[in-house]
């Protein structure tokens, strides 16, 4: 048995382990072994009697937590297992808290702890107060666009707008307990929610091909109920093209890419950011759009759990409450299943979800022929190198294909023949030299 999230090995014990338990404590729990190394051999214990009586004392006079410890022999070695639950409340070492994440100890500190203490106590960054702000800081426009969408989507009383602003946010509960206006009411519905929250912005940047060649960019500001409509209509005039068909003689114009997935996926950054980090940031391409949120996933999550059913752990739960009032998002952690299926519907591919310098990442992919996205289908690497190169020089025959990839032609015509099979390319032609190979694009190209 290996080293992983909750097992860590110790050929000897020493008092500084009992920050691995403070971090064991404060996470998922897990277990200690002490008298196994690295490599997961056991070494043995001497003193392991005295151990015994001594660590559950330790932890309990430094900690204030109770663990179980075990003694397990292999031939003439002993050596103990130590057991730690997960804590209910925050746990510290001498004032300092720790936490286990991955196989590593970490000590946290700044917003990281914040977050952490938080959470133990059932609450989010959204639910602290801001003492300073009053009711003057909050668009009673945006507020009654609130409503109009909340009572459209039967998620608010028909009667609300009866409500002043005072009885809404109560009952929203973007109020505290003092009576002060909470950090997500200042975000949802303030005129300028940057004098208080200066990464409360989203930035767009159009690159060409590289991301040293930055074209232009723009910022988007406001609150974060008018952000979506804000973000999308800057795209649709400045930075994507709507290709125009026609339904019978109805002329139709769709984004490039599906609106409904790049929606949801805005939503889904505005709601789970950590807007004690930085700001979001959309960065589109010639051939792909990325979508980068500060965040990261709840250790309860997974990306490949995000691509199915999975309960809702919005970071920010008074934001999401109102983002689900006003019908903006739904409440059972579909929104990433949503994006799937409308790029599916699309002709799109799947685009690629991952965990990226502390926050999320979606790439969105305008068609599958990125070097990214062939690799993840697992191609050859010849296969790969064929088609970004039909990709750039729209076509490739026998002849050029022998050429590029240094094979016989017996080679060629075999994968040439195969990448026709599976969909990725056309023939152009009969036989002869005169016969080409063009791409299937699948997105309508």
């Known amino acids: 048995m290996s080293e992983s999230q909750n097992i860590e090995y110790k050929e000897n014990w020493r008092d500084e382990f009992l920050k691995w338990i403070c971090g064991f404590a404060n996470a998922q729990g897990g277990k200690i072994f002490i008298g196994i190394n690295d490599q997961g051999q056991v070494t043995g214990l001497k003193d392991y009697k005295k151990l015994l009586e001594d660590i559950p004392n330790k932890v309990v006079m430094h900690l204030g937590v109770v663990v179980d410890v075990n003694l397990h022999q292999d031939g003439s070695k002993y050596y103990l297992e130590i057991n730690v639950q997960p804590s209910s409340v925050p746990i510290s070492y001498h004032g ?103 990464t409360a912005y989203l930035k767009i940047g159009r690159f060409g091909k590289s991301d040293s060649d930055l074209r232009f960019q723009d910022v988007i500001e406001g609150n974060l109920l008018g952000m979506p409509d804000k973000v999308l209509n800057v795209l649709r005039t400045k930075y994507l093209t709507s290709p125009i068909t026609y339904e019978g003689i109805h002329r139709v114009e769709t984004l490039e890419y599906p609106e409904e997935a790049l929606r949801e996926a805005l939503l889904n950054a505005i709601v789970h950011k950590d807007y004690a980090d930085t700001h979001i940031q959309l960065s589109v391409y010639d051939d792909r759009l990325i979508l980068w949120n500060p965040g990261k996933l709840p250790d309860e999550l997974s990306i490949q759990m995000l691509k199915g059913k999975h309960p809702s752990r919005p970071r920010n739960k008074n934001i999401a409450e109102v983002f689900f009032k006003a019908g903006f998002i739904e409440a059972w952690g579909r929104g990433i299943s949503k994006i799937l299926i409308a ?78 099979e599976q969909g990725f390319l056309i023939k152009i032609g009969t036989r002869g030299p005169n016969t080409s190979y063009r791409l299937v694009f699948r997105n309508g190209q």
């Open 96 to 198: 300092s808290y720790h936490y286990r994440s991955g196989s590593t100890k970490q000590e946290l500190k700044g917003a990281a702890l914040q977050q952490f203490l938080l959470k133990k106590i059932g609450r989010t960054w959204d639910d602290l107060p801001l003492p300073q702000a009053s009711l003057a800081e909050l668009n009673t426009h945006t507020i009654a666009i609130f409503i109009q969408l909340a009572t459209k989507s039967n998620r608010l009383a028909p009667d609300a707008s009866q409500d002043d602003a005072p009885t809404l946010l109560d009952n929203l509960h973007l109020y505290n307990e003092d009576g002060h206006l909470k950090f997500a009411a200042l975000l949802l519905f303030g005129k300028d929610p940057l004098k208080f929250f200066t």
């Open 343 to 420: 790029c599916q519907q699309a002709g799109m591919p799947e685009p690629i979800i991952e965990e990226y310098a502390g926050g999320i990442q979606i790439t969105f992919l305008k068609d599958i022929y990125t070097e990214e996205y062939l690799r993840q289908l697992e191609l050859d690497e010849r296969l790969i190198k064929a088609l970004l190169y039909i990709k750039e020089h729209k076509s490739i025959t026998n002849a050029q294909y022998q050429t590029l990839l240094e094979v016989s032609k017996r080679t060629a015509t075999y994968d040439l023949q195969l990448l026709t």
